[in-house]
């Protein structure tokens, strides 16, 4: 199968493989059926043998990696549209979580995430950016690997120890700039951030399987903790993209994609982000096309994208909108303009007026031409619309083909443990330097000449006398104490100089 049969209004309408990567949106108010369609989707890519990677951040999502139920309703539903071999199957999945819980393990390097996203992540200032800028490149001179969080911290020790240094070469780093990167860590520590960074890190080959009937695998990424983690869930998302779109080869216009990427709740990449940011979203979006890769965006409101981005959505799916608020209603408007125009089709009033199950449906023709947008009665996906229990997802969990690559984590040698053993050696005292040059300290024979301490009669007592004791002021304190009383005379500066001559042994 090479389409994917999204619904049906005035005709059957069909997403084109050769067009899965134009890119997408499905949109639509809370409960109208954005995630039907977002299943449907996704099941439908995976038959036609094409990877997918998605977010499931409400739990109903991992329903794909089982079996719908049949019922009455959906039977009706089958016959209006007009499906042919329709029937209940699940996808085959793989369970990701970046906190290990509900998924297998998903790591990334410090070095690979990099400053600009990993100062989203931690909410820092330009300043504190800049600052982080400067660490990363201490951190490549220096020839340190920044893995996890342990070996940032102990290279920002080492910033800060030695700051007047490194200000020197790199320009200014300052102490409280320093200290808002340690504090700001500490608060991604304590949200699980540790967990993410380290490895073995993620790689892209492990999202882009087919199983052994040729169908494409759908790693299903755990997020309903993430999402309340905004800038980390976005950030990790946004370095996922970018990896693919500067690992993967050109390869243009293909009969069918070679990854379809799933972002829910999109405005959460959007939200606060700084201008730099969304540069960097509309140049990946814009590229990833020509890699093969499919970015598919989910969201409330069309609008919750950048305009940018929003141009490169070629096939949509809209669900109802509730045009309350005038926040809603400037959204309507927005959707409704998306669209292309259809002569028999009020879009604007149709918007508020769909059903749950249905959408607006507008997909990609032949040379990449706009359909006009339809009143359409989406198809029902063949998976468990729905949660599946914890020992079903522990059932599809241990027979993945990638757990024992990342279930367990790897520590290996980096900045920390260079750093500590740094610090270690500079530490330890150094050796004392042999007495004597070897003559002196011993005879001919190899016995070792007598010590000054075996006579400590006489040598004490002239010490004493010299030094003082801690009861008795000694004759040299003595003699300092009246030199620098008159020191500021003439006489007084001649005594000093006899006196230091004399201790000296010097005219």
């Known amino acids: 199968m090479n389409d994917i049969l999204i619904g049906k209004g005035e005709s059957q309408v069909t997403l084109l493989s050769r067009y899965g990567n134009r890119h997408g949106l499905i949109a639509g ?3 109208t059926g954005k995630t039907i369609s977002l299943l449907l989707m996704a099941e439908g890519f995976s038959r036609m043998g094409v990877p997918v990677f998605m977010v499931d951040v409400k739990g109903d999502v991992a329903g ?11 039977a009706e539903r089958v016959t209006q549209i007009g499906i042919d071999g329709y029937t209940n199957e699940a996808s085959p999945v793989v369970f990701w979580d970046l906190y290990g819980k509900s ?3 998903v790591r990334a390097t410090i070095s690979e995430i990099g400053p600009t996203l990993l100062g989203r992540i931690l909410e820092l200032n330009d ?3 800049g600052v982080l800028d400067v660490v990363f490149k201490v951190a490549d001179d220096q020839g340190l690997l920044l893995l996890d969080l342990a070996d940032l911290r102990a290279l920002l020790s080492f910033v800060a120890d030695n700051q007047k240094e490194i200000s020197t070469h790199y320009g200014l780093v300052s102490g409280a700039s320093i200290g808002a990167i340690q504090r700001a860590m500490l608060s991604l520590d304590r949200d699980g951030g540790n967990l993410f960074f380290g490895e073995p890190a993620l790689e892209l080959t492990d999202l882009m399987r087919t199983d052994v009937s040729g169908r494409g695998v759908i790693n299903v990424l755990a997020a309903d903790q993430l999402v309340m983690k905004p800038n980390l869930y976005s950030s990790f998302l946004l370095w996922l993209l970018s ?3 500067e690992n993967l080869p050109e390869v243009g216009d293909l009969e069918k994609p070679k990854l379809v990427f799933f972002f829910d709740e999109a405005h959460l990449l959007f939200n606060d982000a700084p201008a730099s940011l969304k540069q960097r979203v509309e140049q990946v979006v814009r590229l990833i096309r020509s890699k093969g890769v499919g970015v598919y965006f989910c ?3 069309p609008d919750d994208l950048p305009p940018e981005v929003l141009g490169q959505m070629g096939n949509r799916v809209q669900h109802a909108l509730r045009a309350f608020t005038p926040r809603d209603q400037k959204a309507v408007r927005t959707a409704a303009e998306t669209f292309a125009s259809n002569k028999n089709l009020d879009v604007q009033t149709a918007i508020s007026q769909l059903g749950v199950g249905e959408a607006l449906v507008s997909m990609m023709l032949d040379k990449g031409i706009p359909a006009p947008v339809q009143r359409a009665i989406i198809c029902p996906p ?15 969990r241990n027979r993945s083909p990638v757990g024992p690559k990342y279930d367990t984590a790897i520590n290996r040698e980096s900045a920390y443990e260079k750093l500590t053993q740094r610090a270690a050696t500079a530490a330890a005292p150094s050796p004392a330097p042999a007495s004597g040059g070897g003559a002196a300290g011993a005879t ?10 075996e006579e400590p009669g006489v040598m004490s007592k002239i010490g004493d006398i010299v030094m003082g004791t801690g009861r008795r002021q000694g004759l040299l304190e003595a003699m300092a104490k009246s030199t620098m009383r008159s020191v500021g005379s003439r006489v007084g500066q001649q005594i000093l100089r006899g006196v230091m001559g004399n201790i000296f042994g010097k005219r």
């Open 382 to 396: 063949r998976c468990r619309m729905g949660a599946i229990t914890p020992e079903e997802r522990l059932a599809v």
């Open 103 to 105: 998924g297998h393990p």
């Open 29 to 31: 108010a809370t409960g």
């Open 444 to 453: 001919r024979s190899g016995g070792t000449a007598p010590a000054a301490h």
């Open 299 to 301: 969201s409330q409101f």
């Open 243 to 245: 990896e693919l779109f």
């Open 64 to 74: 794909i990696a089982m079996p719908g139920t049949p019922s009455p309703k959906i």
């Open 127 to 129: 300043i504190q950016e």
